[in-house]
Nanobody, 116 residues
Framework: QVQLVESEGGSVQPGGSLKLSCTSS????????MGWYRQAPGNQRELAAM???????DYHPAVEGRFTISRDNAGTTVYLQMNNLQPEDANVYTC??????????WGRGIQVTVSS
């Protein structure tokens, strides 16, 4: 069973930046992908960003160009650099790890607040 440990969230002003991290007990090279979902109260969960074992990345259109997902060399930690954050980016961000059978394990979730 994959175990995920997420960094703490944070609060920033509009236009600010925040970097999230998620460390997995299993390298991404033994998985299919890792990434981040996000969900605001009353909204559906949506994929914010993901990275596959082959370094293919995918982003929600709303964050394209502002968010960057990356990994460390060991493939055990995934980072989400979030720039130019806007109030609509305020969500609970949840790290996930997906195996080759499309089974997912989720982290506990991180609160990101964007307000002036």
């Amino acid at each position: 069973q994959v175990q995920l440990v997420e960094s703490e969230g944070g609060s920033v002003q509009p236009g600010g930046s925040l970097k999230l991290s998620c460390t997995s007990s299993i390298s991404i090279f033994e998985l299919d992908a890792m990434g981040w979902y996000r969900q605001a109260p009353g909204n559906q969960r949506e994929l914010a960003a993901m990275i596959t074992w082959s370094d293919h990345t995918d982003y929600h259109p709303a964050v394209e160009g502002r968010f960057t997902i990356s990994r460390d060399n060991a493939g055990t930690t995934v980072y989400l650099q979030m720039n130019n954050l806007q109030p609509e980016d305020a969500n609970v961000y949840t790290c996930f790890a997906r195996n080759q059978n499309a089974e997912e394990v989720w982290g506990r979730g991180i609160q990101v607040t964007v307000s002036s």
